[in-house]
């Protein structure tokens, strides 16, 4: 059944759950009594009008009953126009829906509904012989009011065999709109109202056509709470409506089967959702389309990965009555690209003052932080880099704790991923190919902020596709591209790649492509352990604990002697290694070395028949300097990133 679209969806005070507008006694005593004793059995409470005296207007108790009712149910039969009573009760009822949003429901009880919008056939006989003693303005109305009622689809008595399981869909519709979640619910989002904007200007509902709308952006962005916000608003608008949550779930709790059968399974559960269905059973994949081509419907798609679902649950706009919508959420644009859905919404990370106010509800419950809290807030904030996710969990982390409290937990937060941030995090990690994710750790560790030419330079011998790579990690919005060359990583992401570097920097027997502080650095390279690792990364003093100088120095000589695979050396934060950095610069591969501006301050510098080994023709070292403001006194044989 569809429901009107309800500009405000407010329930009243007190009044009734049903107004049952209707004529005549054949409706009250067969098709309405049976519809009561259900609604009754439902707990649904209904008006009666039994007790209110009938005149030529309608009296103040039914206009006020009309008012606080939530639903309005008309029953349009072939007698319902013969009473001006009747036709005054359609006229308030439709003027209530158009200035309030009252939702109303309509029921073609033995009448097809466009003899009720064009007042032809017995319908139209019964409503001129009403209107022989009404003024021409009273008559336009009534006209006006039958028209915009015919409109609303709703049950049509001649489509069903029958009347009971007519009227037990009917209690059972009813019996949901009084549950529908109002769209307040979604009111305290922030930012929510231009996300609805964005969309409402995407699903274009005024049009007739089929249209498929994505939603895409990172994970843990605010994806499905958007398109939640969306369902709940327009739901009223569709004959059937479903929202098919983690459909990457459903379709890998199919195991071991084949494509085929894994398509067939969920589109026998998306089916029997939305048709209300149980046990249904299909055998070919064009039910789907058998099924729903002339009905209008709305669709949540939620959490799709594979094109294989697209083509199992929405294949295309045939596939749908007219008027139709389906959302598609995602955190993979060349999936929907590849689907052809032309009508994509971007989802953008929310302002400072945004992110902010997110943090503050889910921190304090309020829209902005209580006295003493706001610089540690902004912090955190920060920290987050504006993602909802990693706001709500860490504002519930810290909920209901001191300053003190927060100024002990603040540096952990810096250094180490939430658990909970971590498991949405990785499900876009894990959905990468094994190269792909080579790529995403690469820039995670040494490339964020870089020029792609300088990851194309430094990987290109590496055997992986570093353009197709990139344009994967865009499109699964891992990554953004600024101006078509500075990649850009959002912190979370970069925290939870070095970490799993880190990770498996620990276990020193397997084959790491980065070594992550300089005591994994030193065992492993050391004791020549894992020859697959070939990147370094020293980021502070104090991993440098539990490996002495003596030790980096012996390491650096045996590992030249060794003709070591070192490749590139991040060196950051490190004021006292010179003596390490300058045996490695005879490494036969070191190509890119990152350092401080304090180790140019060195004497070492300054010993240019040590660097003058250094020939363009042989090798080229690449030093990325920090904060550096002269370099004259680095050989020109170096070449600056």
């Known amino acids: 059944m569809d429901f009107s679209f309800s500009s405000s969806l407010v329930s009243p005070q007190g009044g009734y759950d049903v107004f049952p507008s209707f004529r005549g006694p054949d409706v009250r005593q067969k098709f309405l009594s049976h519809l009561f004793n259900e609604f009754d059995r439902k707990g649904i409470n209904t008006f009666r009008d039994s007790q209110i005296k009938k005149g030529r207007s309608l009296s103040p108790e039914l206009k006020q009953a009309i008012r606080e009712s939530r639903i309005c149910l008309i029953i349009l039969s072939k007698n319902y126009a013969s009473s001006s009573w009747t036709l005054g009760e359609l006229v308030e009822i439709m003027e209530s829906w158009q200035a ?54 709703g049950e049509d008595s001649h489509k069903w065999d029958s009347e009971a399981d007519m009227i037990s869909k009917i209690a059972k519709d009813v019996s949901n709109e009084l549950n529908f979640t109002s769209s307040r619910d979604f009111d305290h989002l922030v930012g929510i109202e231009a996300h609805l904007a964005e969309m409402a200007s995407l699903l274009c509902l005024e049009s007739d056509e089929t249209r498929i709308v994505g939603i895409w952006g990172p994970l843990g962005i605010g994806k499905t709470t958007i398109a939640r916000a969306i369902y709940n608003q327009i739901s009223r608008n569709f004959q059937r409506c479903l929202f098919m949550d983690n ?39 064009g039910t789907a389309q058998e099924r729903l081509k002339h009905e209008k419907v709305l669709v949540v798609l939620d959490n799709v990965d594979k094109l294989e679902q697209l083509q199992a649950l929405a294949n295309g706009p045939p596939w749908f ?82 300053v003190s409290r927060w100024t002990v937990q603040l540096p952990r937060i810096k250094t180490s991923l939430n658990r909970d941030i971590e498991q949405v995090l990785m499900v876009g990690y894990n959905g990468l190919d094994d190269e792909d994710k080579a ?16 990851v194309t330079q430094f990987l290109g011998n590496s055997g992986l596709d570093i353009e197709y790579g990139l344009s994967v990690l865009v499109g699964r919005a891992l990554i953004s591209i600024l101006n078509d060359k500075l990649i850009i990583m959002h912190r979370l992401l970069r925290q939870m790649g070095r970490e799993i570097v880190h990770k498996h920097s620990i276990h020193l027997s397997m084959r790491c492509r980065f070594l992550m502080g300089a005591y994994y650095m030193y065992h ?64 036969a591969f070191l190509s890119i070395m990152s350092m401080p501006t304090a180790a140019f301050e060195h004497p070492f510098w300054k010993i240019k028949k040590r660097l003058s080994n250094l020939k363009p023709t042989s090798k080229e070292v690449n030093c990325s300097v920090e904060g550096c403001k002269e370099v004259g006194d680095i050989s020109p044989d170096i070449l600056l990133m």
């Open 524 to 587: 492993v390279l050391a004791d020549n352990i894992g020859t697959g690792a070939v990147l370094v990364s020293l980021t502070n003093e104090k991993a440098l604990s539990g490996v002495h100088d003596q030790q980096l120095v012996r390491f650096c000589r045996d590992m030249v002697d060794k003709g070591s695979k070192l490749a590139k050396l991040v060196w950051k934060g490190i004021s006292n290694l010179v003596w390490f950095m300058f045996s490695l610069l005879s490494s």
């Open 321 to 402: 009555g007219k008027g139709s919508r389906i959302i598609v959420t995602t955190d993979n644009k060349h999936l929907l690209e590849a689907h052809k859905i032309k009508h994509i919404y971007e989802v953008k990370f929310p302002s400072k003052d945004e992110a902010l106010k997110i943090f503050s509800q889910s921190a304090f419950t309020k829209s902005a932080p209580p006295e003493g809290y706001l610089n540690l807030a902004v912090e955190v904030t920060e920290l987050a880099s504006h993602l909802p996710l990693g706001l709500c969990v860490l504002g519930k982390a810290l909920r209901g704790k001191s």
């Open 439 to 454: 790529i995403f750790l690469h820039i995670a560790c040494l490339f964020e902020g870089k020029r792609v030419d300088c």
């Open 100 to 153: 309030s949003g009252k939702t109303v429901m309509t029921i073609f009880y033995d009448v097809e509904p466009s003899h009720v919008r064009k007042q032809t056939g017995e319908f139209g006989m019964e409503y001129r012989k009403t209107c022989e003693t009404e003024t021409e303005q009273q008559k336009q109305r009534w006209k006006q009011a039958l028209t915009s009622v015919a409109n609303i689809l």
């Open 247 to 285: 459909v990457k779930r459903s379709y890998r709790s199919g195991g071991d089967s084949d494509t085929y059968t894994l398509k067939l399974r969920l589109q026998r559960e998306f089916l029997s959702k939305i048709l209300d269905h149980k046990d249904m059973v299909i055998h070919h994949l």
